[in-house]
């Protein structure tokens, strides 16, 4: 009680004083004016409070930890009040935040005048970093009174206060010195554990021995006390550089002692230490690289994820502190990161490649404070200017390790930061990510300081979340670290080399590259660590990056928001390519043991991580290449034994071929074994080019190529200075070594191929031989194994031409080479549509091949009758090896047609509007251009088709590819063949010359006999026909028996002067194996059967006597006037049905099968009506061997 009276009556004092004062001081105001005395103070009026003395501070303080005197009654009396200090600081904050905005900026508009004033006015760079000072603050006065007396709970406690109104006390230079010293003292003993050798306080604690030797590995804890006292003064540390080292050391030591402890608890305060305070201080330290170091020394400790946290703590400090309840900005750090924005922004202004090492110190000077401003600025100028890229990275060589590592934070905060990574059109990827990308690909080259780890991680986080733009970095990460570029648009000599080793793969595809071979090890070798190491603590991202990835490709189409077409078509080829690049990467990174440790189980990828089996083929193909003979079944060794035998034996994986064969059968459903063997399937998917063919060629024009260098360096005179004759001997020494790996390597091909040739040789028998179903064999080969894989690569597409081919010479039972080949290009030009732009090129390279080889064999008999006739692929009835072989002249008919079915289809393509549509069809045919067109009918077609639409088309790329495939066209024109060149067994007309000669002296005449002739042609309407446009639905044509004779052709050649398509030789083999004709029926007294019409070829109608020309350009000019006067169409009769001989004076006609018949009766006898759409003239059927169309007698 007589302490409250005794605080009442000072109460009563202090108040009395006051109105004393506030007398005085109205009265003395009032002296000035005629306003009365007023009463009562207004409530607005700021009572002024003299400055109140520090040992006023410092008695208070030891009352209040004496316990005399609590410390919330006497906070409840200091000025100013809660909210005006808040008030205040948020007024002086926007003050100084304002003035470091201002920091560098220049006034274009000021007048001279102004330029005057701004001068005198005070720097911004010193009011922002400048705290305010009121000597009227009592509270912040209390607080210094706290550490004055060493009272460091009580200034604990009222720093909390004033922290948690926004207040950021330890800004102020009194409190900041005092707290230094508090902690300098606390620390004192620890440091001495944790000095370097030879330091004054490191021989104090340690001893004169141990003092002069490395402090302990083992390391030591810091107090509680340190840590509680360093989070009162927070980043201000800064203040006291002494201070700051000794404490990382300290920190340093503790986090050593709580790692090798297991104190997560103890580690966790150290980590707090360094995010909080230590490393944000370096922003205020201003270009301290030794402190950096030391900070770094640290750091290093942690693993990249802390690591990252702590720098976005750090990033943090510059705009808020995140222990406090409200925001408080700090205007100390905005200054300090202005100004190192605005240093980096001088440099990049004036760097070069030419000054590279004067500009780069002074960047990496800027970036030992604040490499966090530094970098972001630098980032954010990348991506607006790419060619800065390279400067960028040379200039990086001055950086601290904690630089490089604070870079790798912004590029992986600058690629998460949510932005839109697709241009404004929706379609195509944003500038600024492909920036990002090739700049990573060039620091990760150059800076092995570069955390890949990181991004390697942050790219597997994209891929769980179904985003597959940021694969680009990935790329580039592997093209620039190890040299191996991802090419699509290769040549056909680079294609070809692919099929090579692994040298002349690496010459046809980075000639151009002139990273060395060391520094190219050294980048397989740090990105192979990068992914088998993983981030600090976590698991190896070898194989979840690999599977995701090819997760990802195959969810595209799936999963991909956007109605554009174009854009899943480029995810989806971006994604392939990857896919394929990383595979690539693997190999080439790990040895076969090692990556058959590595990788899952063939039966793993296809069953827990749901690939699709032509992928997982891919992945374990490496591993595959192990595989060992299988044992042939004998009467001493039965399947089952055989199966039993080891299949597999390398890197820990072991299994049997029982166990390998039932996993193959697991990947498809159970019916599919009915058409296809699982050996068979093992084969195709197993082999790579590499085993099929040997690209002689390509090695001996590499050679060449070496030994013409070689000649130039060996005529270059001596004269030059000492370095370079140094580098050209060394060029010298690199060539002759590239030849003799060539040459080795082509030998060690040529022994590979021959063994594996004589393996398959062995194995064939084992493919298709005990199957239930063969007439399925073809087309399940081609549905599981040939399009699947051909749209791979292009190297994948070679390999399935080269396969079949290889089946077909082995002379593989059962296996139909003819129906293969009339399946696949039928079926080819289907696929175009629903393929994406690279896979239309792969696709167009595995038709190239197979039109090839086709060609190949039809250009010469005798190699047709060497390589085709002698073996069963050729067989009329697959299924009876003692079937008659399909002949030459049948094989260059089908060869005709072929290419007629796929002109019309890709005809069919180039008139549609369709953007996937013209683009994939002008990719495969630019890919075929020199093997198709091969006719000069089709190739007109072709041409008008795309000339239309390079003129009229209104998107640009599609007008690009067409300017360049016509190009193309017009260089290869001159090979071209008319129809009968091309298919000999279409004779011209006998009075083609004459016709010729009439049509140059009378055109309007010719076209007008045109319409009328004999009762005895074709059609049997008397007009002529009009020019059909190509049709790829035509009959299939089937080699049949040749019957024909000498005496029917002689008769029919009389009969019917004007057919063209040839004698009754070619038409009867074309008939008698036909699938789908038109059965005709007629009477009166002609004998001849209805015969069918070719409008692909042939424009002879109403059979008229006038020769048709079958080429030149007035034959065109011709049938185009021609065009329309006769609607009828193609007419053959079926096979299957009967067709009757007309009788006399009938006007009998027959219908084809889905044709409605035409509108007009035949002329004469009897007139076959039946259409065959996209018929050809080797399909021509005839009555009695005869050739005549229409039965008019």
């Given amino acids: 009680e007589g302490e409250e009276g005794e605080e009442g009556e000072e109460e009563e004092g202090e108040a009395a004083a006051g109105d004393a004062k506030d007398g005085g001081r109205r009265k003395t105001a009032d002296d000035k004016g005629d306003k009365p005395v007023r009463a009562k103070r207004r409530e607005d009026e700021a009572e002024p409070i003299p400055e109140t003395p520090a040992s006023l501070y410092a008695l208070a303080a030891k009352l209040v930890g004496a316990g005399v005197v609590e410390l919330d009654a006497l906070y409840a009396h200091l000025s100013p009040t809660d909210d005006a200090a808040v008030e205040r600081h948020v007024a002086s904050v926007e003050t100084r935040l304002n003035a470091a905005k201002r920091i560098g900026a220049v006034n274009l508009l000021a007048k001279a005048d102004d330029s005057k004033a701004e001068s005198s006015a005070p720097d911004p760079y010193t009011v922002a970093i400048t705290p305010p000072n009121d000597p009227r603050d009592q509270k912040l006065g209390l607080l210094r009174g706290f550490l004055a007396v060493g009272d460091v709970e009580g200034a604990t406690a009222m720093i909390g206060r004033l922290k948690n109104l926004g207040l950021d006390p330890a800004e102020d230079p009194e409190v900041q010195r005092a707290l230094c010293e508090t902690l300098k003292a606390t620390i004192a003993e620890c440091y001495g554990l944790a000095a370097p050798a030879g330091a004054k306080a490191a021989v104090e604690a340690r001893g004169g021995t141990a003092g002069m030797e490395a402090p302990d590995a083992k390391g030591a804890l810091m107090p509680d006390e340190a840590f509680e006292r360093l989070r009162l003064l927070g980043p201000y540390v800064a203040s006291d550089v002494v201070l700051h080292t000794r404490l990382v050391r300290c920190v340093r030591q503790h986090m050593m002692a709580a790692s090798l402890a297991g104190d997560k608890e103890a580690a966790a305060k150290g980590e707090e230490a360094m995010g909080s305070s230590l490393v944000p201080a370096l922003g205020l330290l201003h270009a301290n690289p030794g402190a950096v170091f030391e900070t770094w020394s640290v750091l290093e400790l942690l693993p990249v994820t802390t690591r990252f946290r702590l720098y976005s703590e750090w990033k943090s400090s510059f705009e808020r502190d995140p222990g406090s309840a409200l925001e408080t900005r700090r205007p100390q750090f905005a200054a300090a990161k202005r100004v190192a924005e605005q240093d980096t922004m001088k440099v990049m202004r ?24 530094v970098m972001s600025s630098i980032a954010v100028q990348i991506e607006a200017y790419t060619n800065m890229i390279a400067p960028v990275c040379d200039a990086f060589k001055y950086l601290t390790p904690l630089g490089y590592d604070v870079l790798t934070f ?89 099929a090579g080793g692994e040298t002349l793969r690496s010459e046809a595809i980075n000639f151009n590259n002139d990273m060395a071979p060391k520094a190219r090890a050294r980048g397989v070798a740090r990105l192979k660590e990068a992914l088998q190491k993983g981030t600090l603590g976590g698991d190896p991202l070898t194989v979840p990056l690999l599977v995701l990835i090819a997760q990802t490709r195959q969810a595209i189409i799936f999963k991909t928001d956007s109605k554009h077409l174009k854009l899943v078509s480029q995810l989806y080829d971006g994604c392939q390519e990857t896919f394929f690049h990383y595979c ?85 459903p159970e019916e599919t074994w009915a058409d296809i063997s699982p050996e068979l399937y093992l084969a195709f998917w197993s082999l790579t080019l590499y085993d099929l063919y040997v690209p002689r060629a390509r090695y001996e024009a590499e050679v060449d190529k070496c030994r013409a260098a070689l000649n130039v360096l060996d005529n270059q005179r001596d004269s030059g200075t000492r370095d370079e004759e140094a580098k050209r001997k060394k060029e010298k020494d690199r060539l002759k070594d590239l030849i003799d790996k060539l040459q080795k390597e082509l030998d060690a091909q040529e022994r590979a191929v021959a063994a594996r040739t004589k393996r398959l040789m062995i194995e064939k028998d084992q493919y298709l031989v005990d199957l239930p179903n063969h007439g399925n064999t073809v087309g399940r080969l081609v549905e599981q194994c040939v399009f699947p894989r051909c749209v791979f690569s292009h190297a994948d597409a070679m390999y399935c031409a080269r396969f079949v081919e290889r089946l077909h010479l082995l002379d593989t039972p059962y296996f139909a080479t003819v129906q293969h080949y009339n399946l696949t290009l039928t079926v080819v030009a289907q696929l175009v549509f629903s393929c994406t732009e690279y896979e239309a090129g792969r696709l167009g390279k595995f038709l190239n091949e197979t039109l090839t080889q086709l060609s190949v064999w039809k250009g010469d008999e005798a190699t047709y009758e060497k390589e085709c006739t002698a073996v069963s692929g050729f067989n009329m009835k697959f299924a009876d090896p003692s079937s008659k072989k399909v002949s030459y002249e049948e094989f260059v008919k089908l060869v005709y047609k072929w290419h007629l079915r796929i002109a019309k289809s890709f005809l069919s393509c180039l008139e549609g509007d369709n953007y996937l549509e013209i683009r994939n069809s002008l990719m495969v045919l630019t890919k075929v251009v020199k093997v198709f067109p091969a006719i000069s009918r089709i190739g007109a077609h072709i041409l008008r088709k795309v000339e239309k639409i390079k003129e009229n088309d209104e998107r640009g790329d599609l007008k690009t590819m067409a300017a360049r495939y016509l190009a193309m066209l017009q260089r290869e024109k001159p090979g071209w063949k008319a129809d009968n060149l091309f298919n000999p067994y279409l004779p011209p007309d006998p009075k083609e010359k004459e016709k010729e000669e009439r049509e140059r002296k009378a055109k309007e005449e010719a076209a007008s006999k045109g319409g009328g002739g004999s009762k005895r042609g074709r059609g049997g309407d008397g007009k002529g026909g009009k020019d059909a446009s190509l049709n790829a639905d035509a009959q299939e044509f089937t080699p049949g028996k040749d019957n024909a004779k000498k005496e029917e052709k002689k008769k029919d050649e009389r009969s019917d002067r004007n057919v063209r398509g040839g004698s009754s030789k070619t038409s009867d083999a074309s008939n008698k194996k036909d699938d789908v004709g038109s059965k005709g029926s007629g009477g009166g007294g002609g004998g001849g059967r209805g015969g069918d019409r070719d409008r692909n070829t042939r424009d002879v109608r109403g059979g008229s006597k006038e020769i048709v020309d079958t080429k030149g350009a007035d034959n065109k000019r011709r049938r185009d006037d021609d065009r329309g006067e006769d609607n009828g169409d193609n007419k053959r009769p079926r096979k299957s049905e009967d067709v009757s001989r007309g009788g006399g004076g009938g006007g009998g006609r027959g219908r084809g099968r889905d044709e409605e018949p035409p509108p007009r009766g035949g002329r004469g006898g009897g007139r076959d009506t039946s259409r065959d759409r996209g018929g050809h003239q080797d399909d021509r059927r005839t009555g009695g061997g005869r050739n005549v169309r229409g039965g008019g007698g």
């Avoid at 090492?357 to 960047?363: A, Q, Y």
């Avoid at 004998?634 to 994986?653: P, T, Y």
């Fill in 584 to 668: 690539d990467f693997l190999e080439q990174a790990f040895d076969d043991q090692e990556y058959a440790a590595t990788v899952p189980s063939l039966k793993a990828l296809v069953h827990d991580y749901g690939l699709d089996p032509g992928v997982a083929f891919h992945i374990y193909r490496p591993v595959l290449r192990h595989l060992k003979p299988r044992p042939t079944p004998s009467k001493d060794k039965s399947i089952d034994e055989c199966n039993e035998s080891v299949a597999l034996d390398i890197g820990g994986v072991k299994m049997t071929w029982k166990e390998l064969l039932e996993t193959v059968r697991g990947m498809l």
């Fill in 350 to 373: 004036r760097l070069s490649k030419e000054n590279v090492k004067e500009f780069g110190r002074k960047l990496a000077k800027s970036a030992h404070g604040n490499p966090l401003a």
């Fill in 410 to 498: 912004v590029i992986i905060e600058k690629l998460a930061e949510g932005r839109e990574k697709l241009k404004d059109d929706g379609q195509n990827v944003s500038l600024w990510l492909s920036a990002l990308a090739t700049f990573c690909g060039h620091l990760a080259k150059k800076y092995s300081a570069i955390e890949l780890s990181a991004l390697l991680q942050y790219l597997v986080n994209t891929l769980k979340d179904n985003q597959s733009l940021d694969l680009l970095v990935l790329k580039e990460l592997i093209t620039r670290m190890t040299g191996k570029e991802s090419l699509e648009d290769m040549s056909d000599a680079q294609v070809e080399a692919m």
